[in-house]
């Protein structure tokens, strides 16, 4: 019963950081320290639930690669801040949000190394998925892209220029580390223990995840970018339900978000 109430305390954290913290309080009383507090607390607990369910972690959809992910895109997003003309950002170094992070990813290797967390066996199977997600992620968004502007009378965007080959990795890190182990992962395993079928935990997690986005009331068509993210959020989750690898969806999520580079390459083809 005490494991079980950590593990739910810990995943409320995480949601209260995620919901009520990161989208509306910053979204209607912004502030400037709300961001380094989610992303520092937010890696924080999904290391500590990696530790706390380690002997369940594929009941969370966490293999070898969802886990290597982890461990190497987080850090590597703080290090890419300055590389991406980012160097204001609260967790670009020496911040010591970045440094924090820096230090969670190191524990983190810490209980690899002394097997205080198994990261199990590489398969091929599962970097077939990290691949075969991250393609489709791509071209999930160019296709978006390409609908806006063709249908919705978005303008073309400018050439991101060559750190746009760093996008990618920088949101595996950012934005897909921080919330697939929150959604797809520990959220989905969580409800199957409780006996939610899955079917269900597929519509709830894609509620969440679009309510996480109330931030995106700020945009010009804020229905059609909140209907846009519960596609994204039940693409994200079938994609994990059917590799039930974490992996695959941290790949879809990054590159999706990280896509401009490919999304210009199409518009220039087909728009200017």
């Known amino acids: 019963m005490q494991k079980k109430?950590?593990?739910?305390?810990?995943?409320s954290a995480l949601l209260f950081l995620r919901i009520p913290l990161a989208s509306w309080l910053d979204h209607w009383l912004p502030a400037a320290w709300?961001?380094?507090?989610?992303?520092v607390l937010t890696y924080g607990l999904i290391v500590f639930l990696i530790w706390w369910e380690r002997q369940r972690l594929a009941e969370h959809h966490l293999d070898f690669w969802a886990i290597l992910i982890i461990l190497i895109f987080k850090p590597l997003s703080v290090l890419l801040l300055s590389a991406i003309g980012a160097a204001g950002h609260p967790l670009a170094l020496p911040n010591p949000a970045g440094i924090a992070i820096l230090l969670i990813a190191l524990a983190l290797l810490g209980l690899i190394l002394w097997k205080k967390v198994p990261l199990g066996k590489p398969t091929r199977q599962g970097a077939l998925w990290f691949l075969g997600g991250s393609l489709a992620?791509?071209?999930?968004?160019?296709?978006?892209?390409?609908l806006m502007i063709q249908w919705f009378g978005q303008p073309v965007p400018p050439?991101?220029?060559?750190?746009?080959?760093?996008?990618?990795?920088?949101?595996?890190?950012?934005?897909?580390?921080a919330e697939e182990p929150l959604f797809r992962g520990f959220l989905w395993g969580g409800l199957k223990r409780a006996n939610v079928r899955e079917g269900w935990?597929?519509?709830?997690?894609?509620v969440l995840f679009a309510?996480?986005?109330?931030?995106?009331?700020?945009?010009?068509?804020?229905?059609?970018?909140?209907?846009?993210t519960f596609v994204n959020a039940l693409l994200f989750g079938l994609?994990?339900?059917?590799?039930?690898?974490?992996?695959?969806?941290?790949?879809?999520?990054?590159?999706?978000?990280?896509?401009?580079?490919a999304q210009y390459w199409v518009y220039a083809l087909f728009f200017m």
Not at 247 to 256: D, K
């Open 5 to 11: 109430t950590v593990f739910w305390l810990a995943l």
């Open 34 to 39: 709300i961001t380094p507090v989610y992303e």
């Open 137 to 146: 992620g791509v071209v999930l968004y160019v296709l978006y892209g390409v």
């Open 159 to 177: 050439d991101p220029g060559k750190t746009a080959w760093l996008a990618p990795f920088y949101q595996l890190g950012y934005a897909a580390v």
């Open 201 to 206: 935990i597929l519509l709830i997690q894609a």
């Open 211 to 228: 309510v996480a986005h109330i931030h995106l009331l700020n945009t010009p068509q804020p229905a059609l970018y909140l209907g846009i």
């Open 239 to 261: 994609i994990v339900w059917r590799s039930r690898s974490l992996a695959a969806s941290l790949g879809m999520h990054g590159f999706a978000n990280g896509s401009v580079l």
